[in-house]
């Protein structure tokens, strides 16, 4: 189906509204709401809350009950086909009597997937790629995930108008405003891991929490990661540490790091990872990432400083979205650190570009919100996973 009808694309809009509910909640899982409908009117909703909890289409069809029969579903992923943690939606689907299902995107894990199929066969009408786009940027990092065992990474960092991210006196705090600082919250409180550098950690001291955003009550902290590589730091001295905070920590230092540190560390309940060193002396930062989505994690946030975003960025490209807080003073002097540290390239046409795609504000910062070349979660990547699908959405050809 090509032309969706207006009514369609309401149900659609109200069933990602209620997948949203689950951001950083559900991990591993994606999120997902589902509304069941007839006609214009709603009959019963669900989202999905939890790993082992109900999925979002079992939810709204056990609130729907008896009513769900010749109904119409909608929900912004493919049903899945598997035993799991709960059993598959497809059944739910069929037992309920449903005659229409109305799904955004693909599923690519290929234990879940199969579910369109499942109840094409089975005599159900099915239609997917509502929304296309939507569907698929909600899930972005379960996507990413899944297709490459790779955490989806978001970088985040803040500096004056003229690009400096402190003092010439390393001071540093705060230049972004208090708006900006609860937006990165926002951030932190739906991806799995925070990683900083050593340097970061030395001069800033911070939690690597996730606080409540608005009224949001946090359900769970992510993983606290340091990149540390020769141990230098007093972890008994550092509020990242603090077995309070809840949520794995995890160290990254090099192999010739000192072993009474490494096992101090994991005598006191930390994981330490050593990690292969670069060409130029640092942490393959793509080397963790890689170790993380081993691990299961879908999503990292990168707070670096000058170095760590320098090699995310520049040495070893890992990042697929950057959120860049640009604060209106000038700080200026040559001694000033700026977002980004290392050699440099020497070529114009070496940089690597990105793709801008919203300029905002936060309180009184200019928030600029981009994707640099090579990132997940283009055009690109979203037409590929439909087409996977068999699926061609009007609005991803265009």
């Not at 991806?191 to 340097?199: E, L, M, Y």
Request: hydrophobic share 40%.
């Amino acid at each position: 189906m090509s032309n969706w009808t207006k009514e369609q694309l309401e149900h659609m809009k109200a069933a990602l509204r209620l997948a949203w509910r689950g951001r950083g909640l559900v991990s591993p899982n994606p999120m997902v709401g589902a509304v069941v409908v007839r006609g214009k009117k709603v009959l019963a909703t669900g989202w999905h809350t939890g790993p082992g909890q109900p999925h979002a289409e079992a939810a709204a069809l056990a609130e729907a009950g008896r009513k769900a029969r010749g109904a119409d579903l909608y929900v912004n992923l493919e049903p899945c086909n598997h035993y799991g943690r709960t059993g598959p939606c497809t059944e739910s689907i069929l037992r309920a009597g449903i005659d229409r299902v109305f799904y955004g995107a693909p599923d690519p894990n290929a234990v879940a997937a199969g579910g369109a199929r499942a109840l094409s066969e089975a005599g159900v009408e099915v239609h997917g790629g509502l929304l296309a786009r939507e569907c698929f940027e909600l899930n972005s990092f379960f996507f990413k995930w899944t297709l490459t065992r790779i955490p989806f990474v978001i970088m985040k960092t803040a500096a004056s108008l003229d690009g400096r991210t402190a003092t010439s006196t390393g001071q540093s705090q705060w230049i972004s405003s208090k708006a900006a600082r609860n937006f990165g919250h926002h951030i932190r409180a739906g991806v799995d891991a925070i990683i900083v550098g050593r340097n970061t950690a030395e001069k800033d001291d911070p939690e690597l929490s996730a606080r409540p955003w608005g009224r949001r009550k946090m359900h769970h902290q992510p993983w606290r990661v340091l990149l540390d590589p020769s141990l230098k730091l007093n972890p008994t001295q550092m509020k990242l540490f603090d077995p309070d905070l809840g949520g794995p920590s995890l160290v990254v230092c090099a192999s010739g790091a000192p072993e009474n540190k490494i096992k101090k560390l994991a005598a006191q309940g930390h994981q330490v990872l050593l990690a292969p060193l670069t060409d130029h002396g640092l942490l393959s930062i793509r080397w963790v990432l890689e170790e993380l989505g081993r691990q299961g994690l879908q999503s990292v946030l990168i707070e670096p400083g000058a170095t760590l975003a320098a090699s995310a960025l520049i040495e070893e490209p890992v990042v697929d979205l950057v959120h860049i807080f640009l604060a209106p003073k000038f700080i200026g002097g040559v001694r000033a650190p700026g977002l980004i540290g290392g050699g440099g390239l020497a070529e114009l046409a070496e940089a690597r570009e990105a793709e801008v795609l919203k300029l905002g504000r936060k309180g009184p910062d200019i928030h600029i919100t981009v994707r640099p070349r090579g990132g997940f979660g283009g055009a690109e990547d979203c037409l590929a996973l439909y087409q996977s699908a068999g699926l061609s959405p009007p609005d991803l050809l265009a």
